[in-house]
């Protein structure tokens, strides 16, 4: 019997082994895999934009932590490890949960060269950005391209800088998608209370 157990042990173990290799190489390929499609100069050039976008506020930065825990700052790299993390336990809300990189979203600012499957491409460019540029100036640029000056005034009739954190944190959920949130303002509510109750 213990060597039932053995076997299956071994057997377990090896599984765990080739998923984790098999997860290491496709990472590895994707992160290089930029360079057959961009050159180093145009993608420090993007990232160079990405870093001249304007700091956001504390209280912006205080109100993302809140609305999205763990997020901010994330790399490719642990973003990988924490959905592969979630998907061997079984985590699927976590799954879901660490699936953030601000790079990712930044990507928005390069023309896709790469065929296929978006995501995958998303994944390569931002490989390519996070090598030239930072997570952090990455949100920063995301969100100053959303026009929050124009959002604050609508919402709160106050400059972007003069917003405390609590407003900070309903501009970040609206930011998500404001058309959805002005239709459905119980929803807005709800999420907002359920923000503020885990403070």
């Known amino acids: 019997m213990h060597k039932v157990f053995k076997v299956i042990g071994g057997g377990l173990g090896a599984i765990l082994f080739l998923f984790l290799a098999i997860i290491g190489a496709t990472y590895w390929f994707l992160t290089t895999k930029w360079k057959d499609h961009y050159s ?60 953030h ?16 499957y978006h995501s995958w491409a998303a994944f390569m460019l931002a490989s390519g950005l996070e090598e030239f540029t930072t997570e952090e100036k990455c949100l920063d640029f995301i969100y100053s391209r959303l026009q929050l000056e124009e ?31 002005e239709e459905m303002p119980e929803l807005l509510t709800e999420k907002m209370a359920a923000l503020r109750s885990n403070l």
């Open 40 to 99: 180093e100069v145009e993608m420090r050039q993007v990232a160079d934009t990405i870093s001249m976008a304007p700091a956001m506020t504390a209280n912006f930065y205080a109100a993302y932590d809140r609305v999205y825990p763990n997020h901010r700052g994330k790399s490719l790299n642990q973003m990988s490890w924490d959905i592969s993390l979630a998907v061997i336990t079984g985590d699927e809300y976590n799954s879901l949960a660490t699936k």
């Open 151 to 181: 959002y604050s005034m609508k919402y709160f009739q106050a400059q972007p800088k003069d917003l405390t954190v609590d407003e900070n944190m309903e501009l970040v959920v609206r930011m998500y998608s404001p058309r959805y949130y």
């Open 101 to 116: 990189c601000s790079c990712i979203i930044a990507t928005r600012g390069l023309k896709n060269r790469i065929s296929g």
